[in-house]
T-cell receptor, first 112, second 115 residues
Framework: GNSVTQMEGPVTLSEEAFLTINCTYTATGYPSLFWYVQYPGEGLQLLLKATKADDKGSNKGFEATYRKETTSFHLEKGSVQVSDSAVYFCALSTSGTYKYIFGTGTRLKVLA | DSGVTQTPKHLITATGQRVTLRCSPR?????VYWYQQSLDQGLQFLIQ???????AKGNILERFSAQQFPDLHSELNLSSLELGDSALYFC??????????????FGPGTRLTVL
């Protein structure tokens, strides 16, 4: 079946450090890939998405590239801020129902 | 604000009881999804409705049921509650088409505590 594997957290970084959160997937067909962010006490917000191979999603300084050859969708940001502290979820959906399969989430803590 | 509303925000109840969680999707969205977020299971898809009809089922227990009404709001019913049902329950909605057809917009969640 389809699945998403995310790197274990928590990840602790200093402000302005470079961030990478790894995400790999297993899916039949051609899934769409997403990164969602969950701030404390809130629901999930879409951060970025990519719908086909080699697409790059970007938003608020975050980027992720859909790599079909490595079945990956790693999240990166060049310079993190304290306000980026949150839990990040990688997810995939396939055509038909478009239900999401989520990774386990990676907690990011950025220290000033 | 995603435009998806969920009530109540918090729910505390006892084992064996029955509760109903309510979700109102964004205006115009036809699909509603329910997810359960717990520490041990992570975020799990429960069930999807599209324009009043059940579309897909995930890891939803037989004690749980859902429906979507003609005005497109949805309710998730949880019965014979157990301690392990304590979790955050999210509702999400998505449009039928357009550029955002495969995006889901999440509500703030209902935190259920079973004592």
């Amino acid at each position: 079946g389809n699945s998403v594997t995310q790197m274990e957290g928590p990840v602790t970084l200093s402000e302005e450090a470079f961030l990478t959160i790894n995400c790999t997937y297993t899916a039949t067909g051609y899934p769409s890939l997403f990164w969602y962010v969950q701030y404390p006490g809130e629901g999930l917000q879409l951060l970025l998405k990519a719908t086909k191979a080699d697409d790059k999603g970007s938003n608020k300084g975050f980027e992720a590239t859909y790599r079909k050859e490595t079945t990956s969708f790693h999240l990166e940001k060049g310079s993190v801020q304290v306000s980026d502290s949150a839990v990040y979820f990688c997810a995939l959906s396939t055509s038909g129902t478009y239900k999401y399969i989520f990774g386990t989430g990676t907690r990011l803590k950025v220290l000033a | 604000d995603s435009g998806v509303t969920q009530t109540p925000k918090h729910l505390i109840t006892a084992t064996g009881q029955r509760v109903t969680l309510r979700c109102s999707p964004r205006s115009g969205d036809l699909s509603v999804y329910w997810y359960q977020q717990s520490l041990d299971q992570g975020l799990q898809f429960l069930i999807q409705y599209y324009n009043g009809e059940e579309r897909a089922k995930g890891n939803i227990l037989e004690r749980f049921s859902a429906q979507q009404f003609p005005d497109l709001h949805s309710e998730l019913n949880l019965s014979s509650l157990e301690l392990g049902d304590s979790a955050l329950y999210f509702c999400a909605s998505s449009p039928a088409g357009g550029l955002s057809y495969n995006e889901q917009f999440f509500g703030p969640g209902t935190r259920l505590t079973v004592l």
